[in-house]
């Protein structure tokens, strides 16, 4: 038998090299070039490979324009992630840590669609097919449209994908599956890469929309190379925490739409349930009139969503003290503090200090930065916050509070789940008419919103 050849490829940029390297000569990264068999590329040579063929280069004034055709799958937090709906021939590909509830996610969305008349192939090289069954019965997902395989041999899995011709395909999960003509072990570099390059080709030529599952390592990336990621249309990642029902949806790349939005889920005994108003699900555990708790109105792509954000300071036993943040930006946390002892002389050399957004949220935006500074400042005092009480704004390092964008639509949200005040920047009070039941206050510097939050 011929000795099989064997490169080096990296997981993070794709860079081969025929002998192994501790450091990618392409990116740079460490410890990231993976052994593999040396394949050669065959064109496969399917009918719908012929077809495609035919296809000339146009030019761009005749190619005809217009939105990309969507089909809505009936979970409308889902269909505000992928940007309306799936589209025909799209290949997605869903992270998310093992048991969050990714095959719950995407059966349910297969209900959903063979509700709509549309056929769906569930293809599950994890569970058998009476595991499947016994989850679709648990979570009233049956259907006569849906067709369930379990297999992980790429070639069955095509074979039935041309006998039962789904409009939506689900591989549950891209981990699982090989290709008998590719020699490594599934869930390698090489089998995933070629994997999801034959499920590509499947969705374009067939017009299926296609969802890869993937598993998430420790690190936080999808298990097998990070190639998947640029090879896919779009990669959403299901999250939340163990101990919590609620999940969250967010699009970390997207080629049809934003990747802004989120779509929060709960995670009930019977299935994901949409989360309609997530800001009453996320204050829904808020303690009130103590030291250390405030709410921030922050926006999640297009949608207002008000959560808690905890602070707590005291005094610490290590030399330099702690500084620890979940669900906010560390170095936000890091200023805003800076900005605290530098201008409201509050010395926090000896303390320590714990930020942390209720819920499991991650708060990207500075907009966050007053409630953290509220939050800190009310810990460190002691002084407890109004429960009546919204704030927004971005702390500048003099100390300044300045503007964010769509104050008008945090307010309302504010309104809308009977708060009284909303401390916010004074920039961001032109323009638009505040409406009526609430009261502004609108603040220049942190010292200002201090002032009105806590006295
Ligand atoms: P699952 O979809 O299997 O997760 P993944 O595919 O991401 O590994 O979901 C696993 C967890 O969800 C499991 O611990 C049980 C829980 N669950 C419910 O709470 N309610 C339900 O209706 C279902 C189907 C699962
Ligand atoms: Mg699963």
Not at 187 to 194: I, L, P, T
Not at 248 to 260: D, E, H
Not at 348 to 371: C, I, S
């Amino acid at each position: 038998m011929a000795k099989v050849k064997v490169k080096y490829v990296c997981t993070d940029c794709g860079t081969e090299s025929p002998k192994w390297m501790g450091k990618c000569p392409g990116c740079g990264a460490w410890n990231t070039m993976a052994e593999e068999a040396e394949t050669t590329f065959k064109a496969p040579v399917g009918r719908g490979e012929r077809l495609r063929a035919k296809e000339k280069a146009k030019s761009i004034i005749d190619i005809e324009s217009g939105r990309e055709p969507r089909v809505p799958t009936g979970l409308n937090e889902l269909n505000r992630v992928l940007g309306g709906g799936l589209v025909p021939g799209s290949l997605l590909l869903v992270g998310g840590d093992p048991g969050i509830g990714k095959s719950t996610l995407l059966l349910q969305t297969s209900h959903a669609l063979t509700s709509q008349g549309l056929k769906v192939l569930y293809v599950s090289g994890e569970e058998s097919v009476r595991q499947t069954k016994l989850r679709a019965d648990r979570l009233g997902a049956l259907s006569d449209k849906l067709y369930v395989l379990c297999e992980t041999n790429l070639d069955l899995i095509e074979e039935a994908i041309a006998d039962v011709e789904p409009d939506f395909l689900v591989i549950d999960s891209i981990q699982t599956v090989y290709r008998p003509d590719v020699a490594s072990a599934p869930g390698s570099v090489a089998q995933v890469r070629e994997c999801t390059g034959q499920f590509m080709r499947i969705a374009k030529v067939n017009g299926v929309a296609t969802v890869l599952v993937g598993h998430v390592t420790k690190e936080g990336a999808i298990a097998g190379p990070r190639l998947l990621e640029h090879m896919v249309d779009c990669v959403l990642y299901f999250e939340g925490e163990r101990h919590h029902s609620y999940r969250l949806l967010r699009a970390v790349k997207n080629r049809f739409g934003s990747t802004n939005e989120i779509g929060i889920f709960d995670m009930s005994e019977d299935g994901l349930r949409e989360v309609l108003n997530p800001s009453e699900l996320f204050l829904s555990e808020r303690p009130l009139g103590v030291s250390g708790s405030t709410v921030v109105a922050s926006m999640e792509g297009s949608r207002p969503v008000l959560v808690e954000l905890q602070a707590l300071v005291a005094p610490t036993h290590f030399p330099s003290p702690r500084r620890m943040s979940s669900g906010l930006d560390h170095q936000r946390i890091s200023l805003v503090i800076a900005v605290l002892e530098k201008r409201m002389g509050m010395f926090m050399q000896n303390q320590d200090a714990y930020v942390n957004v209720a819920g499991g949220v991650k708060l990207d935006e500075p907009a966050a930065d007053l409630a953290a500074a509220v939050s800190i400042a009310s810990s460190f005092r002691d002084l407890p916050t109004k429960p009546y009480d919204v704030v927004f704004g971005e702390v500048g390092l003099t100390g300044e509070v300045r503007a964010v964008s769509r104050a008008e639509t945090r307010v309302k949200e504010a309104l809308k789940l009977g708060f009284k005040r909303v401390i916010l920047p004074e920039q961001s009070i032109k323009g638009w008419q505040p409406p009526a039941g609430i009261e502004l206050i609108a603040v220049r510097t942190v010292a200002d919103a201090l002032r009105a939050a806590l006295e």
